[in-house]
């Protein structure tokens, strides 16, 4: 047989840019690249043709739903189901991103009726996992069992493995498969071109990424004399009281509210330090990507963050939800520019050794080789 085919299903893609649908559309080029035969699946979306490519990766947005409550749902589900039925023979195997879409119950019944093989990723691990997600949905005990016929669940992180064999899935059906970041495009920066006691953050602005925390150790840097700069990549609904606390804070003029990007590598490469402040996380591409340019970060030490970061061997992991320790964490790199700049060159040297996404797309590939020869 040739290559297979596979078909990967995100609910939301580009132009929508968070970090599964960065990861999903870099895995498929690569893949692609690499002899693949990738299409994504995705939700129609305002504004967007029904099918286009990005870069080489085919696109098509032939999910349908209705905004309407609980109809979203159902139509979400019922569009998604059609889709795999009626295209049955252009695909060998679905590859489902993101374990509570409802795109991941429909697969399972495709599988079950067409022997399809299936693979689904777990996107987060923690208090907002995707298991805990699956279980606000109605019928969640229905859906758990069915999903547990994939033939594999692939887990990010160690917190997310050990989550998939609580909720009862088989060790022989989980494989652990990182994300990956392409260390061409992130490189590190040239040192003359940086910007001393620049700090840089780059997510969503909601609550999970906790950014008021960041905030408020500024401030406390700042009542010690200590004066950086705050770069804010990102957008989110926390957007206005953030910029709100910075005023009553008397920050505003440290901090640099720029909203979202899609390319991100010229303000990594200009800031000395990356902080990641979240209260929950998965395998978190931007930590990632920040060291792939040699940037010592600092993180709060949730979900899959202790699988990247070893405290003081290539970056720095703080409690979540702890001010005082973010704050001494920046002073310390800001004091000892040898750690830091230690740190950048050894977090660099990890994400090259282990976390390359050409060796990650190789993996995937290697597991979707071992799928096709199981009958």
């Not at 995705?42 to 109809?71: A, D, H, Q």
């Not at 408020?216 to 950086?228: F, H």
């Not at 990356?274 to 209260?279: G, I, K, N, Y």
Request: hydrophobic letters at 45%.
């Amino acid at each position: 047989m040739n290559s297979p085919r596979i078909l990967m299903i995100i609910s939301l893609f580009y132009p929508a840019i968070g970090g599964a649908e960065q990861q999903t559309l870099r895995l498929a080029e690569l893949l692609i690249k690499k002899g693949a035969a990738v299409t994504i699946l995705t939700r129609k979306m305002p504004n967007c043709k029904s099918f286009e490519t990005f870069g080489n990766v085919p696109v098509y947005r032939f999910i349908r739903t209705v905004p309407w409550g609980k109809l979203f749902g159902i139509s979400y589900c019922l569009s998604c189901l059609w889709y795999l039925f009626r295209e049955r023979n252009s695909y060998d195997i679905i590859h489902c991103h993101i374990l509570q879409g409802l795109h991941s119950f429909a697969a399972v019944c495709i599988k079950r009726l067409f022997n399809k093989k299936l693979i689904v990723k777990v996107a987060m691990a923690g208090a907002i996992s995707d298991f805990a997600e699956l279980k606000k949905m109605a019928f969640a005990n229905v859906f758990l069992r069915q999903i547990q016929h994939v033939d594999r669940l692939v887990t990010i992180c160690s917190q997310s493995t050990q989550e998939a064999l609580h909720e009862g899935f088989s060790s022989q059906n989980i494989i652990q498969i990182p994300n990956g970041v392409d260390i061409e495009q992130f490189t590190p920066g040239q040192e003359a071109k940086k910007i001393r006691g620049r700090i840089i953050f780059i997510g969503t602005l909601d609550y999970r990424k906790n950014v008021s925390l960041l905030i408020s150790a500024v401030k406390m840097l700042k009542d010690a004399g200590i004066l950086v700069t705050l770069d804010i990549i990102g957008d989110g609904p926390e957007f206005p009281q953030l910029q709100k606390m910075a005023g009553s804070l008397d920050v505003a003029k440290e901090i640099n509210f720029l909203g979202s990007f899609s390319e991100i590598v010229p303000f990594l490469q200009r800031a000395h330090i990356f902080v990641l402040p979240s209260q929950f996380e998965g395998l978190p591409n931007v930590v990632l990507e920040a060291m792939a340019c040699g940037l010592p970060v600092i993180a709060t030490k949730v979900g899959g963050v202790p699988d990247i970061i070893q405290h003081r061997a290539n970056g720095l992991l703080i409690p979540p939800d702890d001010a005082e320790a973010l704050c001494a964490a920046i002073r310390e790199l800001f004091d000892d520019t040898t750690l830091e700049a230690e740190l950048g060159a050894r977090a660099r040297e990890t994400v090259v050794r282990h976390f390359s996404l050409s060796a990650v797309a190789d993996r995937y590939t290697a597991l979707y080789k071992t799928l096709i020869q199981i009958n």
